[in-house]
């Protein structure tokens, strides 16, 4: 059950690109999101929100997923086999993003390339943070292209690397973890103590796949130099997020990071290749191409490796 398995790794990498994510279908992350309103409702009714709460927290909502998907897997057993193999690779393929991401991103491409900046606006508040409603045409490609770079990592590469690490189950308590980061991982009065949890473990799960996707890019493109991602990267709030921005960064020729808006307070960052140009439109397209470049190349390595256990151990 927390062996990783080459052939259901590829099955759940061919329907994420096939199906994406159906809505109205039942979904870990749907699931997980609605275990965290459950649990921190019941949790703070009568208890302030504090650090050793969210710890609390975030144990009840990764153990009862884990829980729910024991009893499902031992019913399936019970059931046929083959079921239960089945079960894992949905699993694994609920807990990528890689289609959805393109598919949101694209959906700005297209009203941004048509030059309606307020519909671009917002279709890139979906899949961003920051304030979108003044951004310029450049300021929407820049956020558009670094949740590209971003979402290389936490929707694709540490999903798969936590599937090989610990099969369906390693994949199942990265999408949780990364679900409840989104939730209650914020900088804010209600959740900077009581989210610490939920972020720390999320940091820690990427922490390798976050420097595997930056090795890619310098792999993959000659303009990336592993020590200047290492000399630029320390400066970014996120301990992994850089990583990939960076690699982004001087993969496409642009100039990414700097200065964001988040709920009406401009927050400092630091730039990613400095002296590149402006992001455009264009550049959005060309991220795509290199997230599927990069992603690809690491999800044929995880394969390969999980093979080559599985033959020769």
């Known amino acids: ?24 279908c039942p979904h870990i992350a749907r699931l997980a999101g609605r275990l965290s309103v459950i649990y921190e409702k019941l949790l703070t009714a009568r208890l302030r929100h504090s650090v050793w709460l969210g710890v609390i927290f975030w144990m009840l909502v990764t ?30 393929y609920q807990a990528l993003a890689a289609m959805d991401l393109a598919r949101h991103v694209r959906a700005v491409i297209a009203p941004l390339a048509s030059g309606d900046l307020a519909v671009a606006r917002k279709r890139l508040a979906w899949i961003v943070g920051r304030d979108t409603e003044k951004l310029d045409e450049s300021g ?10 971003e979402s290389t990592t936490d929707a694709v590469l540490a999903p798969l690397f936590w599937s090989l ?9 990265y999408r949780t973890a990364n679900t409840l980061d989104s939730i209650v991982g914020h900088r804010n009065e209600r959740y900077e103590k009581f989210g610490k949890a939920s972020a720390r473990v999320d940091d820690v799960l990427n922490w390798l796949p976050a420097r595997i996707c930056g090795a890619a890019f310098c792999i993959f493109s000659s303009a990336v130099r592993w020590k200047t991602l ?14 990939s921005e960076a690699g982004m960064a001087y993969a496409l020729g642009v100039r990414l990071g700097g200065d964001n808006s988040y ?17 455009a439109p264009a550049d959005i397209a060309a991220s795509l ?3 599927w470049r990069v992603a690809g190349a690491s999800a044929a390595a995880f394969v390969a490796l999980l093979f080559m256990l599985r033959f020769f151990c």
């Open 140 to 149: 929407i490609s820049r956020a558009a292209i670094e949740s590209v770079a």
């Open 230 to 243: 290492c000399r630029e990267v320390p400066g970014h709030a996120s301990p992994n997020a850089g990583w």
């Open 165 to 173: 690490v610990g099969g369906a189950p390693g994949a199942l308590i």
């Open 1 to 24: 059950m927390w062996r990783g398995d080459g052939f259901q790794m590829l099955l759940a990498i061919a329907l994420d690109l096939l199906l994406g994510d159906p809505r109205g």
């Open 289 to 291: 191409a290199w997230m």
């Open 63 to 92: 153990g009862t997923m884990l829980a729910i998907y024991v009893g499902a897997w031992r019913l399936c057993v019970a059931l046929n086999p083959l079921a239960a193999w089945i079960l894992q690779v949905l699993i694994i």
């Open 263 to 279: 709920g009406g307070q401009w927050v400092s960052g630091p730039l990613f290749n400095a002296p590149g140009r402006a992001a």
